[in-house]
């Protein structure tokens, strides 16, 4: 070894030193505000603790009391149950409504997976494949076209192609 690399190391080794030293001086004792901050962790840790024992034991005192209350209930009025349920269902089936933009080149694929995007339609294949026919893929017009969830394949199909009503097969 060279003595430039001997005496570079060794210039390093005393930095590094001093640096520890005076960092031991200058800096708080961490142990001191460790030991402090994990008191008071613990301290939280139990009082959180103590209040999720107190939530379960609400739950289930409300689930309890729920549990006797729905046998009460469905036994004087069965009937009541199926038309909520039939309400909820059709709740849940939103008309989703949007403006398809289509321009020069789009292809069938790009068209559907628009429509999918939106929300309008739940399979971009079978729309796909309807659009891929010769009657379809041939005609579909640049524009904008109002849609919904409501309408079926055929329907987006006829209105983005401009004909009035389904080919016959």
Same mark, same amino acid.
């Given at each position: 070894?060279?003595?430039?690399?001997?005496?570079?190391?060794?210039?390093?080794?005393?930095?590094?030193?001093?640096?520890?030293?005076?960092?031991?001086?200058?800096?708080?004792?961490?142990?001191?505000?460790?030991?402090? #901050?994990?008191?008071?962790?613990?301290?939280?840790?139990?009082?959180?603790?103590?209040?999720?024992?107190?939530?379960?034991?609400?739950?289930?005192?409300?689930?309890?009391?729920?549990?006797?209350?729905?046998?009460?209930?469905?036994? #004087?009025?069965?009937?009541?149950?199926?038309?909520?349920?039939?309400?909820?269902?059709?709740?849940?089936?939103?008309?989703?409504?949007?403006?398809? =933009?289509? =321009?020069?080149?789009? #292809?069938? =694929?790009?068209?559907?997976?628009?429509?999918?995007?939106?929300?309008?339609?739940?399979?971009?294949?079978?729309?796909?494949?309807?659009?891929?026919?010769?009657?379809?893929?041939?005609?579909?017009?640049?524009?904008?076209?109002?849609?919904?969830?409501?309408?079926?394949?055929?329907?987006?199909?006829?209105?983005?192609?401009?004909? #009035?009503?389904?080919?016959?097969?």
């Amino acid at each position: 070894m060279k003595r430039s690399s001997l005496r570079g190391f060794g210039i390093a080794c005393l930095l590094i030193g001093i640096l520890y030293t005076g960092m031991n001086k200058f800096l708080p004792n961490t142990e001191a505000q460790s030991e402090e #901050t994990i008191a008071d962790y613990e301290e939280k840790i139990s009082e959180l603790e103590e209040e999720l024992k107190e939530a379960k034991e609400q739950i289930l005192l409300l689930e309890k009391s729920n549990l006797v209350e729905e046998p009460e209930e469905s036994e #004087t009025n069965p009937v009541t149950e199926e038309p909520p349920v039939e309400a909820t269902s059709e709740e849940n089936e939103e008309v989703v409504e949007g403006v398809l =933009y289509i =321009y020069s080149g789009l #292809t069938p =694929y790009e068209v559907s997976k628009k429509l999918e995007d939106m929300g309008i339609i739940q399979n971009a294949v079978e729309m796909e494949l309807f659009l891929a026919q010769p009657q379809y893929s041939r005609s579909i017009q640049k524009g904008q076209f109002e849609v919904n969830s409501s309408m079926t394949v055929e329907e987006i199909a006829n209105l983005i192609t401009g004909k #009035t009503k389904s080919p016959n097969k």
